[in-house]
Nanobody
């Protein structure tokens, strides 16, 4: 399984970005799809997770601002990020896991929030 993240860039505080992660193969049966991020000097942290049944989970710092979704027909997961803050600046990684295939990471996409 390969994951290809895209959509990062430079945005002003208060702006929006949508990240995409294209997954090779079908995602319909993958139990866990998620976005994580890592800022310089910090550990990688979970940002948002979507489970195969559609349940979602968010880090407290992004609740109400970020939305994770999955399009099984396109084998793609998305992260809609609104009301961005400078502290959201990080490299964002997509992640896929299930018991059959194990854990897989995308290559990361840089998000910079700055005026």
């Amino acid at each position: 399984v390969q994951l290809q993240a895209s959509g990062g860039g430079l945005v002003q505080p208060g702006g929006s970005l949508r990240l995409s992660c294209a997954v090779s193969g079908s995602i319909s049966s993958i139990n866990v799809l998620a976005w994580h991020r890592q800022a310089p000097g910090n550990q990688r942290e979970m940002v948002a997770t979507i489970f195969s049944g559609g349940t979602t989970k968010y880090a407290d710092s992004v609740k109400g601002r970020f939305t994770i979704s999955r399009d099984n027909a396109k084998n793609t997961i998305y992260l809609q990020m609104n009301s961005l803050k400078p502290e959201d600046t990080a490299v964002y990684y997509c992640y896929a896991f299930d018991l059959r295939m194990g854990a897989h990471w995308g290559q990361g996409t840089q998000v910079t929030v700055s005026s």
